[in-house]
């Protein structure tokens, strides 16, 4: 079962990405536990190819599970270094462990400052509007 | 919105975390753990499906005189006490009302089994078919059904029920006592495995539920599992691969329809027949793992030829599978598809059924 909280290390986007930086300056992209949830078993995974070129909001691929199809949007911009080949091989991974093992893909950051935008860990899931309290 | 019905473990379910939806008017468990690991337990040890949604007939009288023998596709004169037979329901067009199963109880009596969103038209179309010498009766309330399926369910059984379990042949079942209670044990399923359909008394579910459970090799399983678990062997969904404008011939079901006796639809079928159907069903293999879906269209060198009735990803093939109806001409195995969906395609090509044959269904 996936976690039901995002590690410290994370920042989120409404989308339900993940953004995690990386020591050697690149970023690393995954799903929630939100959307883990929300697909169940992942079972078909679409990235795009190393050397892409995305932006913060857009859509960058998808993953299927048996009755739901989910957009991944990307959390912030850059160019794809790498698809993490394990999930790559086990769709299912992105569903069952988003945070860790079932990462998607890392990028170099076009703008380190778009980190800034996104959700705090502790901030996410962000509070329906108008939800009161 | 009419209320949801629930079965008789709704609460069960809801403890087990299960993501509950609504199936056939029906507020039914989708999943507990998830889809895969619950096709996976059914597959390779025991699965257990709450399937009392499902309509349960009973009808008592002379199957001959009271109308019965001419109702369905099937003969069910001739289905000998203990055994079942899986037929259909007709309209005069030829067009499948329901897919079911009867069962032979006695010389005199036989239950029928439905589809759970069609139940209330069946039984309608049914009696009206009947002319009153008979009792008919709907069961569906006072009668629960477990479904334990997997190549496990038969030594999990045996060590509940005894002996007698262990010898039930395929579509064969046995009148026997479960927990107190006249139970129906029938060797039947929808999953291409080895398994069992239980019928008892709806007040004994939640105790044998609950039983089943124990035993270390059975894990809980939902629809969605039980959708792709039938799917992989090629068994058709009614409402989804069979409808009321769908004829038994264009579903590739005609081996379900005994010509050799009166039923409604069979002039409709009759004059099918002998010329070229406009549809055929298709069976296809995607390239990938991607699932197609229900409506997805279906070309052939371009051309539009049809449309999906059923998708998924099968874990056991490891690619995307289904079915649809299409032109005659594009349903031969080996015909290259190309499924599509907006600008989505799936490259596709038509195969044999079922998909899986590695199921310990005869075992």
């Avoid at chain 2, 006249?182 to 060797?187: G, K």
Wanted: charged share 20%; with cysteine; glycine share 10%.
């Amino acid at each position: 079962m996936a976690d039901s909280a995002v590690p410290a290390d994370r920042k989120c986007s409404a989308c339900h990405s993940w953004a995690r930086p990386e020591e050697d300056g690149s970023v690393r992209i995954g799903i929630t536990h939100v959307a883990a949830a929300i697909l169940g078993d992942a079972v078909y995974l679409e990235m795009p190819a190393e050397g892409i070129e995305l932006r913060a909001g857009e859509p960058v691929g998808l993953i299927e599970s048996s009755y739901v199809v989910f957009e991944v949007v990307s959390p912030v911009s850059g160019t794809v270094l790498e698809i993490n080949p394990a999930v790559a091989d086990s769709p299912e991974l992105a569903t069952s462990d988003p945070y860790r093992a079932g990462w998607l893909l890392r990028l170099r950051m076009a703008d380190p400052a778009e980190l800034d935008a996104l959700v705090a860990a502790g901030d996410y899931p962000p509070r329906p509007e108008g939800e009161g309290g | 919105m009419e209320q949801l019905k629930e079965t008789p473990l709704v609460g069960r379910h809801r403890a087990l975390g299960a993501l509950m939806a609504p199936f056939g008017g029906w507020d039914m468990p989708i999943q507990y753990e998830g889809i895969l690991a619950e096709h996976r337990a059914c597959r390779e040890k025991a699965a257990l499906f709450d399937i009392c949604h499902m309509g349960e007939f009973r009808y008592k009288g002379d199957l001959v005189a009271g109308g019965l023998e001419d109702v369905f596709t099937l003969s069910v004169a001739s289905i000998p006490v203990g055994r079942s037979r899986y037929g259909f329901l007709l309209n005069d067009r030829g067009g499948i009302v329901d897919d079911l199963i009867v069962f032979r109880i006695a010389g005199d009596e036989a239950m029928i089994v439905v589809n759970a969103a069609t139940a209330p038209n069946d039984f309608s179309v049914i009696a009206s078919r009947l002319n009153g010498a008979a009792v008919f009766e709907d069961i569906s309330n006072a009668t629960g059904k477990l479904d334990l399926q997997g190549p496990m369910s038969r030594d999990v059984l045996l060590s509940l029920l005894g002996r007698e379990v262990a010898a039930i042949p395929y579509f064969r079942f046995i009148e026997t006592d479960v927990l107190g209670s006249r139970a129906i044990i029938s060797r039947t399923g929808y999953t291409g495995e080895l398994g069992y359909e239980i019928f008892l008394p709806s007040d004994k579910v939640d105790e044998l539920w609950s039983t089943l459970l124990t035993y270390p090799s059975v894990k809980p399983a939902g629809l969605g599992a039980r959708d792709l678990l039938r799917l992989e062997v090629g068994y058709s969904l009614y409402g989804s691969d069979l409808d009321e404008t769908i004829t038994p011939l264009e579903a590739g079901l005609d081996a379900f329809v005994n010509f050799d006796k009166k039923f409604i639809g069979k002039e409709a079928l009759l004059a099918q027949k002998p010329k070229a159907l406009s549809r055929a069903k298709v069976a296809f293999k995607v390239g990938s793992r991607r699932s197609p879906r229900h409506h997805y269209e279906i070309f052939a060198d371009d051309e539009r030829v049809g449309s999906v009735t059923s998708g998924a990803f099968s874990p056991m093939l490891g690619c995307g599978i289904g079915i649809g109806l299409v032109n005659p001409a594009s349903a031969s195995p080996g015909t290259p598809l190309s499924v599509r969906h907006g600008n989505v395609t799936l490259e596709a090509t038509a195969c044999t059924l079922p998909f899986y044959a590695g199921g310990s269904l005869r075992g």
